[in-house]
C-alpha cells in the first residue's frame, strides 16, 4: 500500500501544514502550478516527488517537472497533468490522448476547484485537488489523500488548510535540489 498526497496550484507558496501532510504520505504528486524551486526541495526531502509544470511555471521548473507524468503504482496506472478538464468536458489535448491511452486515474491541477469524478467513458477515476496555495479565486485551500494497493484507489480524503491566505509561508531556504 502507498498513500499519497495529491496537491496542485501551490504559486510558490509552501507552508508547515502542507510538508506535515508530506511527511505521513508515502508519495507526494503536484499537479502544476508550483510556483517556486524551493517548494519542490522542501517536498523532495520528505518523500518521493512526482510532479508536472502548469502553466505559471517557469523554465527552471519545465526543466523538472514534465507538462505530463504517466506512471504506476500499486498496479493503477496514471496520468498527470496540469491543464486536464472533467469528464465531458477535458482539454482537447487530453482527450485526443484519452481516445487510445487513458488510465486508471487521471489527475490535473489548474481550475482551483477541488473534484473527483469518475469518467463512464474512459473507465477511469479523475482528480483535482484544487489549490493549495494562497493566490486564486478559490474560497478554501484543499488537497486530497488517498491509498494505492494492489490497483485499487482506497481511502480517499479531502484535507481542507483553511480558507485562501490562513497560514504563514515557510520561509524561503537555501536547500540545493
Known sequence: MKKILLLSDTHGYMDERILAYAAEADEVWHAGDIGRLDSIAALRLLKTFRAVYGNIDGQDIRLLAPLDNRFTVEGVTVWMTHIGGYPGRFDPRVREIL??????????????????????????????PGAAGISGFHKMRTMLRFALQEGDIQQLEVIELGPRGSSPPMQPGTTEI
Open 99 to 128: 481516445r487510445t491511452r487513458a488510465p486508471r486515474l487521471f489527475v490535473c491541477g489548474h481550475s482551483h476547484i477541488l473534484k473527483v469524478q469518475y469518467d463512464q467513458k474512459y473507465k477511469m477515476l479523475c482528480m483535482n
